[in-house]
């Protein structure tokens, strides 16, 4: 194993270089962030090319009763006869489906740790993404793992692409080149040496070192995370140390894992490990900096912790994963419950999936993975043969009633013409794109909202659950529809913001060809969101949320209405932070919020902080789980000006009330009264959220 510095180097320093080292662990701060989310689209792509379906459930809703959509979920039974195809598909997407969400944790704690060093991290580098959010460090010539390692100069992966696509060979082993133990990945580098391993601290006494422009390439994940922890550790000669000149105790600290909020999340997922920085004290702030560091490479890439259990793991003595960086079984089951096609509470998927898993670190799970491969237990859809050859019995389940549909549902019949319609020759690769766009701009609706919720001067939104929610629903359809791998370089532009960009099929005021054309959406606008007032200037709704926002977004008036306000003299903290789900009881990062008697923004006419909505486009089958009433309002002026109520009930269907919002605004404005449309085979397609 590669040492990080020589003896001596990291103690005693010249004070003088201070404002170097800040430079360069702030630069390592991003970097670390980068890696970790670029992992996220990367293992999400291959998760929901695995084969299969689920239900549509909510805690005492049958509105969905008997169907299911493309795309797998996590399940609580994972034992397949193996007489069937794909009899290792639920195993496979339960250990896929844990090493996802612990990137996202990860992701979360160095995002945590940078804040609380002086750095503001981005969701949206260069490094990754382009200027409209398409995925760059994505291609079928690429070979680099960001900052890490060019596969090219190693052993075992030097024919290896950094590539999206199915569950196969060539995934699995990109994907144990991203996990590799420390020691193992340090080995496999033989060519180019001199470009791996820098010592810290790495400027070589330049004051003037700039880390962007040094192409630093670290050869590991632990690598990065041990330099990161001496360059941290550095004392100087005046008796202070590194840490102390970056501490801030003004950085954003949010939390989506280990807050506590009831009834939606009762519970913290960790119990053994904080996975935010208390920022009130320095010295317990920098060691539990350490220690989260500690859980990232323990949980997945191996570091020296690692190296020092593998010996009694190989002795079959342990299991990779210390016990305090694993999740808690209770909590998982308290905090992400599942349910019925009929609303009766039943074992949950998501806590089977992580915590039969947090034991083994991310490399031993992705080898399990590869054996049920190599045993033939894997179908993917771009080999299920489905694109093109839907029937709706693949929708439907054994207690499926076709003469009950007390929602008025579309048929199963018709999603199935929908989803074979998308594959038709004539728009197979429009289709591809439009479904590629819809992923990229989901994603989008997460990553360029993290860009505000950890910066403390934009961090009045909330995390965007639903977009992070929609995001694998539009992935499982988009491998579904077309059995292609979406193309994840597909950029989404910015919507032309100074519109109302009513969006949702036959909702728009201001369409070229009239009022209420059967036009559907932009893709611009495609997106799921919650609290980020992306949805500004936008239509469509599929979520309940109040009206009145302003400025912030929904839920940020939602989280000034809901929650007691602080106590004081209590911490409080600005936005959706730790310290503010803790001092207000919090709704960050919860599911959908639980209604009260607010009035509700309505679908196509939503005067959310600045005229949004959420979920475009609506789903055909969305329905609204909750009853209560909606304003109106007449958003083409120049200030939204309410002028009416319409009430809704649980079990309607969204593309109701907002065909019926739609024509109240249009006979205010005069308008001729529109024709109500048909949803057509994207807003079929694509599965309702609730």
């Known amino acids: 194993m590669h040492l990080t510095h020589a003896s001596g180097e990291l103690s005693a320093r010249d004070v003088t270089m201070v404002e170097t080292d800040k430079r360069v662990v702030r630069w390592i701060a991003q970097a670390a962030v980068n890696v970790e989310l670029f992992t996220i689209p990367l293992y999400m792509t291959t998760l929901y090319s695995i084969e299969g379906f689920h239900p549509i459930t909510g805690k005492g809703n049958d509105f969905y ?16 006869p193996k007489d069937k195809p794909g009899w290792g598909n639920k195993r496979a997407f339960n250990v896929i489906f844990s090493i996802f969400i612990q990137e996202m944790l990860h992701l979360q704690m160095a995002a945590n740790i940078a804040t609380a060093i002086g750095h503001t991290p981005s969701f949206t580098d260069p490094a990754l993404q382009d200027r409209n959010n398409g995925w760059t460090c994505y291609g079928p010539d ?24 199915p569950l196969d060979e060539d995934r699995i082993e990109l994907f144990l080149a991203i996990e590799q133990p420390q020691d193992d990945a340090e080995r496999d580098i033989i060519h180019n040496k001199g470009r791996y391993f820098p010592k810290v601290p790495f400027d070589r006494g330049d004051p003037d070192f700039d880390p962007a422009a040094a192409d630093i390439w670290f050869g590991s994940i632990g690598y990065m995370y041990q330099c990161y922890r001496d360059y941290l550790q550095i004392r100087y000669d005046d008796g202070s140390c590194l840490w102390d000149h970056v501490f801030d105790q003004d950085g954003q600290q949010n939390d989506l894992f280990n807050n506590f909020s009831f009834p939606g999340h009762p519970m913290r997922e960790y119990m053994g490990v904080e996975t935010t920085v208390a920022l009130t004290d320095s010295g317990i702030a920098f060691r539990q900096a350490l220690n989260m560091m500690n859980a990232i490479t323990d949980q997945g890439e191996g570091a020296t912790l690692k190296a020092r259990l593998k010996i009694a793991n190989e002795a079959g003595l342990l299991k990779s994963v210390e016990v305090r ?29 992580r915590f039969d898993n947090d034991g083994e670190d991310h490399f031993a799970r992705f080898k399990e993975v590869r054996g049920l491969m190599r045993d033939g237990g894997i179908v993917t859809w771009d080999k299920a043969g489905k694109a093109g050859n839907w029937t709706a019995a693949d929708l439907t389940t054994h207690d499926f009633d076709p003469d009950n549909n007390p929602y008025d549902l579309p048929a199963p019949e018709q999603i199935a013409t929908a989803l074979n319609n998308l594959y038709a020759p004539d728009v197979r690769e429009q289709s591809h794109q439009i479904l590629s766009q819809a992923v990229v701009g989901a994603i989008k609706g997460v990553t360029t909202v993290l860009d505000q919720y950890w910066n403390p001067k934009g961090a009045s939104v909330s995390f965007p659950y639903p977009s992070m929610a929609g995001s694998g629903d539009r992935m499982a359809t988009a491998w579904a529809a077309t059995g292609r791998t979406p193309d994840l370089s597909q950029g989404v532009a910015a919507p032309n913001m100074r519109i109302v960009n009513h969006t949702c099929q036959g909702l728009d005021l201001n369409a070229p060809g009239g009022i209420g054309t059967n036009a559907c959406a932009l893709t611009q606008v495609y997106h799921t969101c919650r609290g980020s007032n992306l949805c500004k200037g936008m239509g469509g709704c599929g979520f309940v949320q109040p009206a009145g926002g302003g400025g912030g977004g929904c839920s940020s008036s939602l989280r000034a209405a809901a929650p007691p306000e602080p106590t004081p003299g209590k911490p409080q903290g600005g936005g959706c932070s730790a310290v503010a789900v803790r001092a207000r009881g919090g709704l960050c990062g919860t599911p959908t919020p639980t209604p009260t008697a607010t009035h509700y923004t309505a679908p196509s006419d939503n005067q ?12 055909a089958c969305q329905i609204y789980p909750v009853s209560g009433t909606m304003d109106l309002y007449l958003l083409a002026a120049a200030k939204p000006t309410k002028f009416g109520t319409l009430p809704f009930n649980k079990g ?3 593309e109701d009330i907002a065909f019926k919002a739609f024509t109240a605004v249009a006979e205010k404005m005069g308008r001729d009264k529109p024709v109500y449309q048909a949803p057509n085979d994207i807003r079929l397609a694509f599965p309702p959220s609730t």
């Open 142 to 165: 690429l070979t680099a793992i960001p900052t890490i390692v060019d596969l090219r100069d190693t052993s075992t992966y030097a024919g290896v692409k950094v590539d999206v696509g």
């Open 608 to 619: 959310c902080g600045g005229f949004g909505g959420c979920a475009v486009p609506i789903s």
């Open 65 to 80: 009763k008997g169907r299911i959509w493309p795309g797998a979920k996590a399940a609580a039974f994972t034992d397949t």
């Open 325 to 353: 960086y694993r999740s808690d079984k209770d909590a998982l089951e308290s905090d992400y419950p599942s349910f019925s096609d009929t609303g009766e509470p039943v074992p949950s998927g998501d806590a089977a999936a």
């Open 652 to 654: 309607d269907k969204v």
